[in-house]
């Protein structure tokens, strides 16, 4: 079964240093791989996506994902944080398969950042 | 561009009553999919179509719980007979294309389903 586990709930990191966003996954073949956020009160906006290459991936916003098979991970990480990056962060997964289950996401629970000033 | 609508934004409803909740995609997107998100939950899939058929079902909870897209652009969500657990915050989403791609999905802003 796909499953994504993202181990922290919340991150608090100062603004200007760097964060890490930590996700794991767990799919039956090769995974597309998810950031999304979310601001309170609005939808999810799509940060970034490893589907195949280079395991270093850049997003939107600064943000960037280094995808590590032997690990199954895809953490999420920023040189220098910003206040502006405080909000809800959630890792997805899509299993590259066979069947009816292709187009759905798994998500994680979540991970809130708080970046102080 | 106009990003994926939904109506109602707050939908508050009695127990046992009907809902309906809209959904307009991204003009040109063929899938389109619905999620629900509980409270400190990530979204949960309940549904995708690929243009008017529904590619992949198996998240509905129950059958209380039915979608339509008629034409393959907006689509309904449609939940009968509603319990307080189905309080959740129904997220929409669109994307280009279904099958095995890594295609986004775009999200729009959610309905916020109260049932009292």
């Known amino acids: 079964a796909q499953s994504v586990a993202q181990p922290e709930d919340q991150v608090n990191v100062a603004e200007g240093n760097p964060l890490t966003v930590k996700c794991t996954y767990s799919v039956s073949g090769n995974p597309y791989l998810f950031w999304y956020v979310q601001y309170p009160n609005r939808g999810l906006q799509f940060l970034l996506k490893?589907?195949?290459?280079?395991?270093l991936v850049k997003g939107s916003y600064g943000f960037e994902a280094e995808f590590n098979k032997s690990q199954t991970s895809f953490h999420l990480k920023k040189p220098s944080a910003l206040v502006s990056d405080s909000a809800l962060y959630f890792c997805?997964?899509?299993?590259f398969g066979r069947g009816s289950t292709l187009g759905r996401l798994y998500f994680g629970r979540g991970t809130q950042l708080t970046v102080w000033p | 561009g106009a990003g994926v609508s939904q109506t109602p934004s707050n939908k508050v409803t009695e127990k046992g009553k009907y809902v309906e909740l809209r959904c307009d995609p991204i003009s040109g997107h063929t899938a389109l999919y619905w999620y629900r998100q509980s409270l400190g939950q990530g979204p949960e899939f309940l549904i995708y179509?690929?243009?008017?058929?529904?590619a992949d079902d198996s998240g509905l909870p129950n059958d209380r719980f039915f979608a339509v897209r008629p034409e393959g652009s907006v689509s309904t969500l449609k939940i009968q007979r509603t319990e307080r657990g189905d309080s959740a915050v129904y997220l929409c989403?669109?994307?280009?294309?279904w099958g095995p791609g890594g295609n986004e999905q775009y999200f729009g802003p959610g309905t916020r389903l109260t049932v009292t």
């Open positions: 179509f690929q243009g008017t058929g529904a």
């Open positions: 997805a997964v899509r299993d």
């Open positions: 989403a669109s994307s280009l294309t």
């Open positions: 490893y589907i195949t290459g280079d395991n």
